[in-house]
């Protein structure tokens, strides 16, 4: 494989930080759920014959960053400032941690997970050519790299840090590798007009994108695409807004990425690419339909439960 050259690959996979840890407590695994995850991807492996089929996972950080980034401010913060360098020390040690257990509960399931870090990879924000292709060059080889969110150094003059998310890393790796299916895992069934939590929530099925995106993307500030909502349908009701305004987000305190909203906007922009996304709750059924079983789980009549993200 030459530099630059992509591997084909089936699935870009997202573990929620929220799905397979427990983002309330420092450094607490979900472990059932971990558990729940590496299975399907398990059974997906063995179902597609061994190797035929072809993954990358990426993760986010949940419990084991989001605390000291929060607290230290390293998300845009100076690395001349000794608590932001104490920042940054202390959010790389907490989420290459994490990267570590998430690889090695694949590896014991016989996945061969390779663990990978963005610090060196994602140099101001963008992949490099060069790691792109390593990438896809362990893809090639029936590797599955496990990269997670990380903290990395801001482009400019000044040395800055900055908190790349998992989901900013699943759009720049769905958009050079050109997968099948870009499968967010969530704590939850998939997107709800508003937190799943309060009274009246309703699943959005379907989240139709028109592009393309103004100014440089959704991780820039400088605007996103306009979405269509279709709700679930037992509530007989449908929507539109521009960006995310139709519906609404709630964040924890912690979350350095923006939480739900920051993923609703890069699976539009992922979608945007020609890749189909859904989004459902990790370890569930309709988690495993997506990896065995896509697109026949979003035929008519299936009562796939999560939610797609398509351009219109």
């Not at 040690?93 to 997970?113: D, F, M, Q, R, Y």
């Not at 040395?159 to 050079?176: E, M, Q, W």
Request: charged fraction near 25%; hydrophobic fraction near 40%; charge should be neutral.
């Amino acid at each position: 494989l030459e530099w630059g050259a992509m591997a084909a690959c089936d699935c870009v996979v997202k573990l929620g930080g929220a799905a397979i840890t427990k983002k309330e407590e420092l450094e607490t695994m979900d472990e059932a759920t971990l558990r729940k995850v590496v299975g399907q991807l398990r059974v997906a492996r063995e179902a597609g014959g061994r190797g035929a089929y072809r993954c990358v996972v990426v993760h986010g950080a949940g419990s084991f960053g989001h605390f000291p980034a929060k607290a230290f401010g390293v998300n845009g913060g100076d690395l001349a400032d000794e608590r932001t360098r104490e920042g940054f020390v202390r959010t790389r040690v907490s989420v290459t941690k994490l990267n570590h257990l998430v690889c090695e509960a694949l590896v014991k399931e016989g996945i061969p997970a390779v663990g990978i870090s963005p610090l060196a990879c994602w140099a101001g924000g963008s992949p490099s050519p060069e790691s792109l292709a390593i990438v896809a060059r362990l893809v090639e080889q029936g590797f599955v790299p496990v990269v997670h969110g990380d903290a990395i150094l801001a482009p400019g003059q000044r040395i800055k840090s900055r908190i790349l998310s998992g989901d900013t890393i699943v759009r720049d790796l769905a958009l050079h590798l050109k997968p099948r299916l870009v499968l967010f895992l969530s704590n939850v069934q998939g997107i709800y007009d508003r937190p799943p939590e309060r009274p009246g929530a309703r699943l959005v099925k379907r989240i139709r994108v028109e592009g393309p995106l103004p100014g440089d993307g959704p991780d820039d500030g400088s605007g996103s695409a306009p979405f269509t909502f279709d709700f679930d349908e037992s509530s007989g009701d449908s929507g539109s807004g521009s960006g995310s305004r139709g519906i609404e987000f709630a964040a924890q305190a912690h979350d350095s990425t923006g939480g739900m909203e920051t993923k609703v906007k890069e699976a539009a922009s992922i979608a945007l690419g020609g890749f189909d996304v859904l989004i459902t709750r990790a370890g569930s059924e309709a988690a495993l339909r997506a990896l065995c079983d896509y697109p026949n789980c979003l035929n008519p009549g299936e009562d796939w439960l999560g939610t797609a993200v398509v351009h219109k």
